[in-house]
């Protein structure tokens, strides 16, 4: 059972307990009695005899009974709603609350007292924190950058003081606070900060460049050796072919293009006129030695190239007009190798390498000089076919590649034939025995009319394409003087230049002066 002031016990394991040893007490009392052999029933004392005994069996128990009925446990009473005042105005102070154990207090023989629930003494007492607000709060100083030589980060963090004026300790708990900020340590002095460019690495063909500022370091790289950067800007690659602006077709009026027209047609139809007479001259007179043989190929060339001038297609039959240029090139080309060897013809004879005939044989001459112009040809037309031709003209494109491949051959025989010229006049070398005089004679003749001849071809083929090409009537008519005073300067050195011609020439001279005499 229970009541307001604790618990009631009845254990029956108790009151067995304890009968037995209110029944060893009476026994105690009663084994004397009987040992005193009094004999209880003759007495006259025997109803006291039995109340005694009575209240000697049945007192103990009822004592003992009294005394493990009822235990009562104490308990503790709320804590103190008021606390003592904080012991610390600031840094973190106590104050303390109690309790008492009064609720209810122990009572009974066996009631338990108030225990501490943590186990730790005392346990009526309660500390509580106040005033943990630091009595002085600072921020340390600010952390290296974590960038060296560059931009990066700092931080700080709080410092408290347990009592004013007192040392200041890293805060804790909620009173730690960090402060973060970006810093840049870059100082543009290569004593302090090195340049960006050590240990920095570029692509091939790149090389790094310092282009860094007050604020930040900054290296790039470059692409050298006329390379670029694709388009990631990740490579150094070679730049595409750039596309020239297109060349506007130059036009000239319709009167003065008739007249250029008429100028050039002129011009290479005296030209013909004068080297053909020449052909017919040594083909009548059937003079075919060896340095005639020379002169007579670079002549048909010569007049070869011509003719296609004339008879030039319009630049709108494209392979026609293709197949023109072609022509023009391998013959001006062949001319310059059969003046070439024309000087080499002067220069064994004048030099006195061989006696009569030159160094090669008739035919030698003729395949090497064909043979020549040809290969160079076929060689250019392989790598620039499809420049032959042109949108205005059928002569030379100078804006493509195909100039290269016309001028670089011609130019070299010019310099070549030049060379064996000038080494022909200044040899001294001496005479040999038995020599052909009339024939170093000519060569003497060809050696000098060939320093005429030579020039005049290559001018007349430089202003040939330039006028095509610019359509200027000023070079046209340049074109057009060249090319008459050419076809009579081939006429009269080659003429006069064979020894055959000279004699018959002599002769004739020689029969008129006898009959104008008589």
Same mark, same amino acid.
């Given at each position: 059972?229970?009541?307001?002031?604790?618990?009631?016990?009845?254990?029956?394991?108790?009151?067995?307990?304890?009968?037995?040893?209110?029944?060893?007490?009476?026994?105690?009392?009663?084994?004397?009695?009987?040992?005193?052999?009094? @004999?209880?029933?003759?007495?006259?004392?025997?109803?006291?005899?039995?109340?005694?005994?009575?209240?000697?069996?049945?007192?103990?128990?009822?004592?003992?009974?009294?005394?493990?009925?009822?235990?009562?446990? %104490?308990?503790?009473?709320?804590?103190?709603?008021?606390?003592?005042?904080?012991?610390?105005?600031?840094?973190?102070?106590?104050?303390?609350?109690? /309790?008492?154990?009064?609720?209810? /207090?122990?009572? &009974?023989?066996?009631?338990?007292?108030?225990?501490?629930?943590? &186990?730790?003494?005392?346990?009526?007492?309660?500390?509580?924190?106040?005033?943990?607000?630091?009595?002085?709060?600072?921020?340390?100083?600010?952390?290296?950058?974590?960038?060296?030589?560059? @931009?990066?980060? @700092?931080?700080?963090?709080?410092?408290?003081?347990?009592?004013?004026?007192?040392?200041?300790?890293?805060?804790?708990?909620?009173?730690?606070?960090?402060?973060?900020?970006?810093?840049?340590?870059?100082?543009?002095?290569?004593?302090?900060?090195?340049?960006?460019?050590?240990?920095?690495?570029?692509?091939?063909?790149?090389?790094?460049?310092?282009?860094?500022?007050?604020?930040?370091?900054?290296?790039?790289?470059?692409?050298?050796?006329?390379?670029?950067?694709?388009?990631?800007?990740?490579?150094?690659?070679?730049p595409p072919p750039t596309t020239p602006t297109p060349r506007p077709i130059p036009t000239?009026?319709?009167?003065?293009?008739?007249?250029?027209? &008429?100028?050039?047609?002129?011009?290479?139809?005296?030209?013909?006129?004068?080297?053909?007479?020449?052909?017919?001259?040594?083909?009548?007179?059937?003079?075919?030695?060896?340095?005639?043989?020379?002169?007579?190929?670079?002549?048909?060339?010569?007049?070869?190239?011509?003719?296609?001038?004339?008879?030039?297609?319009?630049?709108?039959?494209?392979?026609?007009?293709?197949?023109?240029?072609?022509?023009?090139?391998?013959?001006? +080309?062949?001319?310059?190798?059969?003046?070439?060897?024309?000087?080499?013809? +002067?220069?064994?004879?004048?030099?006195?390498?061989?006696?009569?005939?030159?160094?090669?044989?008739?035919?030698?001459?003729?395949?090497?000089?064909? #043979?020549?112009?040809?290969?160079?040809?076929?060689?250019?037309?392989?790598?620039?076919?499809?420049?032959?031709?042109?949108?205005?003209?059928?002569?030379?494109?100078?804006?493509?590649?195909?100039?290269?491949?016309?001028?670089?051959?011609?130019?070299?025989?010019?310099?070549?034939?030049?060379?064996?010229?000038?080494?022909? %006049?200044?040899?001294?070398?001496?005479?040999?025995?038995?020599?052909?005089?009339?024939?170093?004679?000519?060569?003497?003749?060809?050696?000098?009319?060939?320093?005429?001849?030579?020039?005049?071809?290559?001018?007349?083929?430089?202003?040939?394409?330039?006028?095509?090409?610019?359509?200027?009537?000023?070079?046209?008519?340049?074109?057009?003087?060249?090319?008459?005073?050419?076809? #009579?300067?081939?006429?009269?050195?080659?003429?006069?230049?064979?020894?055959?011609?000279?004699?018959?020439?002599?002769?004739?001279?020689?029969?008129?002066?006898?009959?104008?005499?008589?």
């Amino acid at each position: 059972m229970r009541n307001k002031r604790g618990f009631v016990h009845i254990d029956e394991h108790l009151k067995t307990s304890q009968s037995n040893s209110a029944k060893s007490q009476i026994e105690k009392i009663i084994h004397p009695i009987l040992d005193s052999k009094i @004999r209880l029933e003759n007495s006259r004392h025997f109803p006291l005899y039995i109340t005694i005994l009575s209240l000697l069996i049945i007192g103990p128990c009822f004592v003992q009974a009294q005394k493990v009925i009822i235990n009562i446990n %104490g308990n503790w009473s709320p804590w103190s709603t008021v606390n003592t005042p904080c012991n610390a105005s600031c840094g973190g102070g106590v104050m303390v609350k109690v /309790r008492s154990c009064t609720n209810p /207090r122990p009572q &009974g023989m066996d009631a338990k007292d108030c225990g501490c629930e943590n &186990g730790e003494p005392p346990c009526d007492k309660e500390y509580f924190p106040c005033n943990m607000e630091p009595c002085d709060m600072q921020w340390s100083k600010w952390s290296p950058c974590s960038a060296n030589c560059g @931009r990066g980060m @700092r931080m700080r963090h709080t410092r408290c003081a347990k009592e004013r004026g007192g040392e200041l300790f890293e805060c804790e708990g909620e009173q730690y606070f960090t402060h973060t900020e970006n810093c840049n340590s870059w100082v543009k002095d290569p004593a302090i900060c090195a340049s960006p460019c050590e240990g920095y690495e570029c692509m091939d063909f790149g090389a790094c460049v310092d282009v860094s500022t007050e604020e930040d370091p900054v290296a790039v790289c470059e692409c050298q050796m006329g390379k670029i950067f694709d388009d990631a800007g990740l490579e150094c690659v070679d730049p595409p072919p750039t596309t020239p602006t297109p060349r506007p077709i130059p036009t000239m009026k319709a009167a003065v293009q008739a007249v250029a027209s &008429g100028m050039t047609k002129t011009a290479s139809t005296l030209l013909i006129i004068f080297v053909t007479i020449t052909l017919v001259i040594f083909g009548v007179l059937r003079i075919f030695d060896h340095g005639r043989v020379i002169q007579m190929n670079m002549e048909i060339a010569l007049i070869s190239a011509h003719i296609c001038l004339l008879i030039e297609p319009p630049p709108e039959w494209i392979e026609i007009c293709r197949l023109f240029s072609i022509l023009i090139h391998l013959f001006f +080309t062949t001319c310059f190798v059969f003046m070439c060897l024309e000087s080499l013809h +002067t220069y064994s004879l004048v030099a006195f390498v061989v006696k009569k005939n030159g160094l090669l044989t008739k035919l030698q001459n003729i395949v090497i000089g064909w #043979g020549v112009g040809v290969g160079i040809t076929l060689v250019v037309v392989s790598l620039e076919y499809k420049n032959y031709g042109g949108e205005y003209h059928c002569w030379l494109a100078m804006d493509t590649t195909l100039m290269i491949g016309q001028y670089v051959p011609i130019v070299l025989m010019v310099v070549l034939t030049l060379t064996l010229i000038e080494a022909a %006049g200044a040899a001294e070398y001496r005479k040999l025995p038995g020599i052909d005089q009339r024939q170093q004679t000519s060569a003497k003749i060809m050696q000098r009319s060939n320093l005429i001849i030579m020039p005049m071809v290559f001018v007349s083929f430089l202003l040939g394409t330039l006028s095509s090409y610019e359509q200027n009537p000023g070079l046209y008519g340049t074109f057009t003087l060249v090319n008459g005073i050419l076809g #009579g300067s081939i006429f009269f050195f080659h003429s006069t230049g064979n020894e055959q011609v000279r004699a018959k020439l002599m002769r004739a001279y020689k029969t008129i002066i006898k009959k104008e005499k008589f």
